[in-house]
């Protein structure tokens, strides 16, 4: 059972990978987590000025469930299918951390003291910074429904914010998941199909085929970089060992084995610069690799009315060419112009917007990361003189 | 003194006297009591303080005799007198003070004396050296007598007077000065023998006083001038450390002494040759002792300052010939101003068998003597092969190139050591032109089945001897050297994975370069694009860092860590050799022990035919034990010079070499701070 509670730092850490307008009229954020057992309880806190709410603050528990359900209900309203949709949070998953607890559990015996201490210290940390990265997303979540003008209307996500009850969402079952799962496959095969369909909109031609592929760049490069920070993870984990083991050494020698400290405390920066290049260069492009998927599932809902616009006029031509149900077709084919004229504007601006909203995220998060490599660095740098002017003096 | 010394290792006679009693039947109702209390009472503790071994064992194993002897004193036959002679002088330790034996004693010394320094005269060195107590006593503590010769002038008079000193001043010697004069007016109560066999007792006796003088002397001398000789506290400690057991060895070496001389007491040729037959050896002994003492002093203060004036370099690795056949020859350059060698520069091409060629005839000749002999980096089969096979992948070339480096600190480390530089070979290695083929070094050949063969000998009879160390800094540095091993590599098992953590966190790196220079081209921002490509060359040269990083991680960290555990490999192996000395020198012993009890049997029987045979081989294998001691305490000291010079070598290795992995690291800080400044302003630049 664990739980964190934020201070003022966490303005630091927090809103990483998205840039939010401050408006200050609905303001929440989730102050509080807990944990039981695979249920994480999330508090999420709401000062608003709003008129549409009871209260002007009040906070409710929500657990991730809820959080799904919030994105579903979003998605499938249909006034929304020309918005991009903020992207849900992912599951929380402690199962890393937790399974290696257990095994370090396991291999107590078999360790000194002292490395079962660092590594539980290690591992605690670990666990912490999972936690905290959980909380941070999910609260990114509300904070991008919140900051945008037409979600923050939402009933739901009123309802969501407001109820201090359980809003006894279950999880989904089987036959939804594969439901879910088999809506997911349609819609690829889908995608294929209509590919086919002739843009009308330069504009939107144009950001298909950047958004897609942006989106394989992004996924690989978010792919890649996961893997460079877990290895250098690795790089920091023995140092770790090295200077353990040369702690050791140092204990039962007492010879010229001076460096124990100075690699020591390296291999805690090293892993600090680890963590941070994962904070800061691997969230972002995680977290925009599902928002351009979220981009892009708008641009497939507009192609899906593209395509349904472009049917209904073959509809409407055909009736027209059989000369009966002519009506019954021609609203139809209004009705899709329609829906797909509002979708391509809203589209529009909301890609635009996304646009802008990205590189200034990435602006941030790149300053953000060479800085603090920068600050690593050195710190490494005035360590490393320190520890050689020691060795040097022996 | 003695009681200052706190540890001590166990005496010496316990291993042997036991089995003295199992095999002698006469002796057997004698010792029986000894043999049970000996046995349970030295061999568990290993740092027993000297008091118990100074005075309990005496009475242990003589206060018991005593008795028995006592209460059937009819039995002194002429076989018997030994033990009475040896008991008489306890019965004199456990009541030294009560009776005026001491006065009587005194003039009694002082008549068998002239008689006794006549006889050595001759020869007053040999005698004093002569006697097997006192080689050990020179081999062993070589630094300490700096002065033998002194002691050993003086010793007709220093004798009396020390003694007479020793007798009140000294406690702790009291008993060890008490016991031989004793000897001497008792013997000739019991056996009532004549002159002959009066002075033989003596100077058989009287050797041993006079061993114990040397270190009394000592003692004194120490105490006066003891900041001279001793160039560190650490050094000092030791020594004086080295003295104490020594000086206990002595004593109860020389109790054994007594007990195993005893039986000989009548028979007086056979002491008369002996003196002869030690005596040549004597003068040999003295000297080979003394003249390492000085160079083993000498060698442990100029340690520090030695730079020898000798550059060896390795370079230009070149394959030789085609296929299965081809090898890598190094080109050998040595750069020196020692007269030793011919030129100043000269080079030389080797390939790799000849270094090892190099490292068997070293530690053929030398091994035995306990130097630690550099050992070369190990053969690899797969690493070779894959160079002959001539592929021109980074591998082979790492390999390479990590053959020649290890085969450059293996030679610099070889040519650092002042015997082995000496040797004749590594002038040959360095300087000839044309050095004959090392066939035994190939791993695979008959000869190589044969040295696996000797390896798994060795260790099969490493693990069947068992050695109660009675050196406690053996003791403890063995421990040492095992659990630095240990640790050494357990870290360099660490520092392999980081090597190759490293190396694979490059190669991501270089991946999400690449991924993002892809990114960059399609991103439709040109600020962001242009910043993500300059992300990526700057996640392109950090890759460079990482791998020139991890190639340091690897030649100044791994490498290091890997030839330190086969140079620890090596100390152990010098700690074996010693061992075996060891155990030759105990099978002698025990040699000469079944001799003497077979001696001892035949002339129970009276066959007085196979005496002199007896006789002689007892002479031979006299002769064996003293040679293997002395061999044993050589070893001895040269192992410990030698892990001392290792020790003091490795600390200023490590130093060096952490100093530079350090400075590796720092470097790679550096760039990376270089490289992120300057993509600061790109990312600014964003809009």
Known sequence: MTSISEDSDKEKVRSVSVDLNNDASLVIDIPDALCERDKVKFTVHTKTTLSSFQKPEFSVPRQHEEFIWLHDTIVETEEYAGLIIPPAPPKPDFEGPREKMHKLGEGESSMTKEEYAKMKQELEAEYLAVFKKTVQVHEVFLQRLSSHPIFRKDRNFQIFLEYDQDLSVRRKNAKEMFGGFFKNMVKSADEVLISGVKEVDEFFEQEKTFLLDYSSKIKDASAKAEKMTRSHKNVADDYNHISGALNSTAADNNTAFKKTISVCVLQKLEDRVASDQELKLTELLRYYTRDIQAAKDLLYRRARALADNENSNKALDKARLKGKDIAQAEENQKQCLQKFDKLSESGKKELTSFKARRVVAFRKNLIEMTELEIKHAKNSVSLLQGSIEILNSN | ?687
């Open chain 2, 1 to 687: 003194m003695a009681a200052s010394s706190e540890r001590s290792p166990p005496p010496f006679p316990d291993s042997e006297e036991p089995e003295l009693l199992e095999d002698s039947d006469e002796e057997a109702d004698a010792f029986t009591g000894t043999s049970i209390s000996e046995m349970d009472s030295p061999s568990p503790d290993s740092t027993r303080p000297p008091k118990d071994i100074f005075n309990e064992p005496p009475e242990d194993i003589f206060s018991d005799p005593l008795s028995n002897i006592n209460s059937e004193p009819q039995k002194k036959v002429d076989a018997k007198i030994p033990s009475p002679s040896s008991d008489e002088a306890v019965d004199l330790f456990s009541d030294p003070l009560d009776d005026d034996s001491e006065v009587m004693s005194s003039p009694e010394v002082q008549n068998p004396m002239p008689d006794l320094l006549n006889e050595p005269v001759e020869a007053p060195k040999s005698d004093v050296l002569g006697e097997p107590p006192v080689h050990r006593n020179a081999a062993r503590h070589q630094d300490v007598f700096e002065d033998p010769p002194k002691s050993s002038s003086k010793s007709s008079s220093v004798k009396k007077a020390a003694s007479a000193e020793m007798f009140g001043d000294d406690d702790d010697e009291e008993d060890l000065f008490k016991e031989p004069p004793k000897v001497v007016t008792k013997k000739p109560q019991p056996s009532g023998p004549p002159v002959d066999v009066f002075t033989e007792v003596k100077s058989d006796v009287k050797v041993k006083p006079q061993v114990k003088d040397d270190p009394t002397d000592l003692f004194a001398e120490e105490a006066l001038t003891a900041p001279a000789p001793k160039p560190s506290s650490g050094s000092s400690s030791s020594r004086t450390n080295g003295v104490h057991s020594e000086e206990q060895d002595l004593f109860s070496e020389a109790t054994v002494e007594l007990s195993l001389d005893s039986p000989c007491n009548d028979r007086k040729n056979k002491e008369a040759v002996k003196p002869s037959v030690s005596a040549p050896a004597a003068p040999v002994a003295s000297s080979s002792s003394k003249a390492p003492s000085k160079s083993l002093e000498e060698l442990e203060e100029e340690e520090s300052e030695d730079k020898f004036d000798l550059n060896i370099s390795i370079t230009n690795p070149e394959k030789v010939g085609d296929g299965m056949n081809a090898y890598m020859a190094y080109k050998v350059s040595t750069q020196t101003s020692l007269t030793m060698f011919r030129s100043k520069t000269f080079t030389v091409r080797r390939r790799f068998s000849d270094f090892l060629g190099l490292f068997e005839k070293l530690s053929e000749k030398h091994s035995q003597n306990g130097y630690l002999i550099p050992p070369p980096p190990e053969k690899s089969i797969l690493g070779m092969t894959k160079v002959k096979v001539g592929k021109e992948d980074p591998s082979s070339a790492e390999f390479v190139e990590r053959r020649r480096a290890a085969l450059e600190r293996y030679l610099q480390r070889v040519v650092s050591h002042p015997s082995l530089l000496q040797d004749p070979d590594v002038r040959e290695f360095l300087e000839k032109e044309e050095l004959p083929r090392a066939v035994s070094t190939q791993a695979l050949s008959g000869a190589g089945f044969l040295k696996m063969l000797n390896k798994a000998t060795d260790a099969v009879s490493k693990m069947t001897i068992k050695m109660n160390e009675q050196d406690v800094w053996f003791d403890e540095k063995i421990q040492d050297v095992e659990n630095e091993e240990q640790h050494l590599r357990k870290l360099h098992v660490m520092v392999e994975s980081l090597v190759n953590h490293r190396k694979e966190l490059s190669g991501n790196t270089a991946v999400f370069a690449k991924s993002v220079a892809m990114l960059g081209s399609s991103e439709d921002n040109t600020a962001l694009s242009r910043a993500l490509s300059q992300l990526a060359e700057v996640e392109d040269r950090i890759e460079q860092l990482h791998q020139e990083q991890a190639s340091n991680d690897f030649f100044t960290f791994s490498e290091l860590l890997a030839d330190y555990i086969r140079l620890l490999g090596a100390v152990r192996g010098c700690f074996d050799q010693r061992m075996k000395a060891w155990q030759r020198w105990q099978d002698a012993e025990n040699m000469l022990q079944k001799k003497r009890e077979a001696e001892a049997k035949l002339l129970w029987a009276n066959k007085p035919d196979k005496l002199q045979q007896a006789k002689d081989e007892i002479t031979e294998w006299e002769a064996k034990v003293t040679q293997y001691e002395r061999e044993f305490e050589r070893i001895s000291a040269t192992v410990r010079k030698e892990v001392i010079r290792f020790d003091k070598e490795k600390a200023r290795d490590f130093n060096r070499q952490v100093i530079k992995y350090l400075e590796s690291l720092l470097h790679s800080q550096q760039q990376l701070i270089k490289y992120w400044d300057a993509f600061l302003p790109e990312a600014k630049a964003i809009v």
